[in-house]
């Protein structure tokens, strides 16, 4: 079983930054691919990004190459969200999300990933 919780969202301006943290627990996290998805009120839950078990590979949705950058610490059990330049069309509740294996899927989906956290609430005012 693998514990994660987000922190790091809140409330700011249009063209501000923000970054989100996930700290996991319950499995060894280096074995893990992790991801970001996102939901907005109304809309399904989205690909934000993912990253391997090493770090060394990484995805981003097409439409926010460039302004949000995933990585992790694995010596602290943790993977990050960078989120620059945002727009009020990024608001939404951002998820933390694992996967039982090392590797990034080709084409990454809710259904890819194992574990959840509870989201955070990244509000962006325009």
């Known amino acids: 079983q693998v514990q994660l919780v987000e922190s790091g969202g809140g409330l700011v301006q249009a063209g501000g930054s923000l970054r989100l943290s996930c700290s996991a627990s319950g499995r060894v996290f280096s074995s893990s691919a992790m991801a970001w998805f996102r939901q907005a009120p109304g809309k399904d839950r989205e690909f934000v990004a993912a990253i391997s078990g090493s770090g060394s590979s990484t995805t981003y949705a097409d439409s926010l190459k460039g302004r949000f950058t995933i990585s992790r610490d ?36 809710v259904k890819d990933y194992n574990y959840w956290g509870q989201g955070t609430q990244v509000t962006v005012s325009s």
């Not at 990050?80 to 999300?97: G, I």
């Open 74 to 109: 694995n010596a602290k059990n943790t993977v990050y969200l960078q989120m620059n330049s945002l727009k009020s069309e990024d608001t939404a509740v951002y998820y933390c999300a694992a996967r039982t294996t090392r590797w990034i899927p080709s084409n990454p989906g």
